[in-house]
């Protein structure tokens, strides 16, 4: 019985093993033999046919798949092919080193040639065709010596036709390479074909004109976009035929696949006017444009066309071109669902511009759409407020900045709102899109104020800056100031003008150093009071001096790191004048050091190291034509300081008097400032320091007595042992 199980199971197993074998020998013999359509396999009848007499037969959209042997021929008929449609015949080879041929005939001995496509290795081969009447077509492909290997062909007509203001969508992938769109056209109008391409694809569209008996290939075409590029949307405008009739649209996949949309629309003759800082409620079509005109943009200004959708799920794109025919486009934006677009340009000559909206595929809905130009100006002494809300989403305003200083925008948003800042710097004739600003501020969250704290142009020009409603309304306030650098030890001669502030920037200020900066009205009746920033948006207060009208103010600063620190000087109500403004940090001090003072050079700054051991004078000789006083500092690392931090100082009024700082013993050893402060007049000054004592009692005077006190012992010892010595030689043993 064991026995018999076994042989039965031997039996079992060969029988399974030679069904399995065979099934897989039958696919393999099928894999030549598949006819493919949209739908998937078509069919398994022999697809591919060397002999003239019998060609395969071709299915209107349906694909086969065969496989070709090099220097062959291979024959093909259509079905009747009706004179009402154009017909193309395509073939893609699977591998890019294959080159295979492609041939049209209108008779089936294959003599009368229409057209045919013999593009290189790995491309797509099509010829497209139009009958007299309907009738059987004749395709040949011819491989190339060297040549073999799979290939997709397909016959398709031209049978769905595409209403002018319509668009169509389908899909394309891989075998699928081509649709064919027929469209009815008048010489009398003007038109625009739009193909939407998916991101995952490169997808390119053609237009062809063909009368009846008439072949074309690939390059036969009367129109064509075909930009590279995965999604990049392909554009034929401003076409204009030339006869009335019947014309062809191929949506040829180059590669990639995904879904498109293909719309035809009419350009108008007369396009919807667009007014300057008047938006208009529009209703938009989805897969359909909305053509649009500004008379005349001037040249001196910049100009926006902004576009904002009422519905969060609506997609509106926008486009800019320069001519009538919408063919030249400047610049789009194509933000996405909800989101505001805008196009910002500067015109080269003042001229008129032609938008365009285009709605995306689902799209149906109201969007405001608005031209405004920038013909309301900011400037540092005139701060602009204005509302934003859902149907005035932007305001631009112009601006005249230097390349000799920087500046600071600062945007004060409405708690109920959410507002962006822009700065655009435009040449001539140039465009961009919100994308192209040369620095933003774009904080989220209603109430939130937007800071551009240093923007540094590069050339003196004209800017514009754009307030950009995100959500909400309410009124904004824009301002503006200008930064300054300050250089070491070299005063500004300057103009201010109440009530605007000024801002300035000094060099990396050692920490090694103290610092001053300092600023002097020329006229008596002005006040310009002195604050003291460390960081570049003035937010970070370090101290401030804010003296009597016409007086000197100033701040002492030691920085606790080396770096810049800004300056502001905010002149009172009132106070319209010049004045003289320096930085300067300190310079060594040993015992006695030279200087002048002027009326553009108030004050000098010195450090030195003090020890706590001992006592110190300091004395200032004051020439003749001056008024000049004295001041002593101590700062710890970080901190700053105004004229009344002083530890000690000396302000005798009265010219040539000299000034002096005595017995100043410091608590502790380090380094101290010490500034000689014009008061009026000018002339050569003469800074002395000195020791306040008999005796110097510095911080090595008692290494120094040790020392002393060593030598002094050590040669007492050296003494006694000299005279022991002596008295053991003249003592006998």
């Known amino acids: 019985m064991g026995q018999y199980n076994y042989k039965t199971k031997i039996l079992f197993g060969f029988l399974l ?39 395969h037969i071709l299915y209107d959209d349906s694909s086969v798949y065969d496989y070709y042997n090099a220097s062959t021929s291979y024959y093909y008929r259509t079905e009747n092919a009706s004179l009402s449609y154009y017909h193309v015949m395509w073939l893609q080879p699977q591998d890019a080193q294959d080159n295979f041929d492609l041939y049209l005939y209108s008779d089936s001995g294959y003599s009368n040639l229409k057209t045919f496509s013999n593009r290189p290795a790995g491309y797509l081969d099509w010829v497209v065709f139009r009958p007299i009447a309907t009738q059987f ?9 060297g040549y073999s290997g799979f290939t997709f062909l397909e016959w398709e007509d031209s049978s769905y036709n595409l209403p002018i203001g319509n668009s169509t969508s389908n899909y394309l992938s891989s075998p699928d390479s081509l649709e064919v769109y027929q469209v ?15 991101s995952q694809g490169d997808f390119d569209l053609y237009l062809y004109h063909l009368t009846p008996g008439q072949g074309a290939n690939y390059g036969g075409y009367d129109a064509q976009s ?10 034929i405008s401003n076409y204009t035929p030339t006869e009335n009739g019947y014309y062809a649209l191929f949506v040829v996949r180059y590669s990639g696949s995904g879904t498109y949309t293909l719309s035809a629309s009419e350009l108008p003759t007369i396009p919807q006017i667009l007014s300057n800082d008047i938006s208009l409620n529009e209703s938009y079509n989805a897969s359909a444009s909305a053509y649009y005109k500004i008379n005349t943009a001037s040249s001196s200004h910049y100009h926006v066309v902004w576009l904002q959708s009422q519905a969060a799920q609506d997609n509106f794109d926008l486009y800019l071109f320069s001519d009538s025919k919408y063919s030249t486009c400047k610049v789009s934006s194509l933000r996405g669902n909800g989101l505001l677009d805008w196009v910002v340009f500067r015109p080269s000559i003042s001229q008129s511009f032609y938008p365009e909206v285009y709605a995306q595929a689902g799209s149906n809905g109201f969007a405001f759409i608005e031209w405004e130009d920038s013909s309301e100006s900011l400037s540092i002494e005139t701060p602009v407020s204005a509302s934003l809300n859902s149907s005035d989403c932007i305001e631009i305003y112009e601006t005249s900045l230097s390349a000799l200083f920087d500046y600071q925008f600062t945007l004060n948003v409405p708690d109920g709102a959410d507002y962006d800042l822009y700065l655009y710097s435009l040449s001539s004739g140039a465009a961009t899109n919100s994308l192209g600003s040369s620095c933003k501020s774009t904080l989220s969250g209603n109430g939130t104020d937007e800071i551009i704290a240093t923007f540094s142009p590069t050339v003196t020009g004209i800017y514009v800056l754009f307030v950009v409603r995100v959500n909400g309304t309410g009124f904004f306030t824009l301002s503006m100031f200008s930064i300054q ?73 030691r920085p606790s790191t080396s770096q810049i620190f800004y300056p502001q000087v905010s002149p009172i109500s009132g106070s319209t004048g010049y004045a003289y403004i320096e930085w300067e940090d300190s310079r060594i001090l040993y015992f006695s050091s030279s200087g002048s003072l002027s009326a553009s050079n108030c004050i000098d700054i010195y450090y030195t190291s003090l020890s706590s051991f001992s006592t110190y004078k300091f004395t ?42 005595l017995k100043f013993t410091p608590t502790e050893y380090g380094t101290y400032a010490v500034l000689v402060v014009r008061t009026n007049g000018s002339g050569i000054y ?30 007492i010892v050296i003494t006694v042992l000299s005279i022991k010595k002596r008295r053991s030689r003249n003592q006998p043993l």
């Open 137 to 145: 077509l004749y395709v040949k492909v011819n491989t190339l010596s």
């Open 226 to 235: 075909k930009t590279s590029g995965n999604g990049v949307i392909e554009i």
């Open 686 to 715: 003469t800074l002395s320091l000195g020791y306040d004592t008999n005796f110097f009692w510095g911080p090595y005077t008692y290494y120094i007595f040790l020392l002393a006190g060593a030598g002094i012992a050590g040669l």
């Open 184 to 198: 009815f056209l008048s010489n009398t109008s003007t038109y625009r074909f739009r193909l939407d391409v998916p």
């Open 620 to 661: 200032l000789e004051v020439p003749s034509d001056g008024d000049f006083d004295l001041y002593l500092f101590y700062l710890n690392s970080g901190t700053a300081m105004n004229s009344s931090g002083a530890l000690q100082s000396s302000t005798t009024s009265g010219n040539g008097i000299s000034e002096s700082i």
């Open 17 to 55: 093993g030679l069904l399995v074998g065979s099934l897989l020998i039958f696919s393999l013999t099928q894999r030549t033999n598949l006819s493919i359509s949209k739908g998937g396999v078509k069919s398994l009848n022999s697809a591919q046919s060397s002999d003239p007499s019998n060609p």
């Open 485 to 557: 650098d300050l250089h070491d030890a070299s005063s500004e001669y300057v103009q201010y003008n109440a009530p605007a502030s000024y801002y300035y920037r000094t060099g990396t200020a050692s920490s090694i150093y103290y610092h001053v900066v300092w600023v002097q009205p020329t006229d008596m009746l002005d006040n310009f009071d002195l604050f003291l920033y460390s960081n570049a948006d003035y937010s970070t207060y370090n101290g401030s001096s804010q003296n009597e009208n016409g007086f000197l103010d100033w701040i002492i600063f």
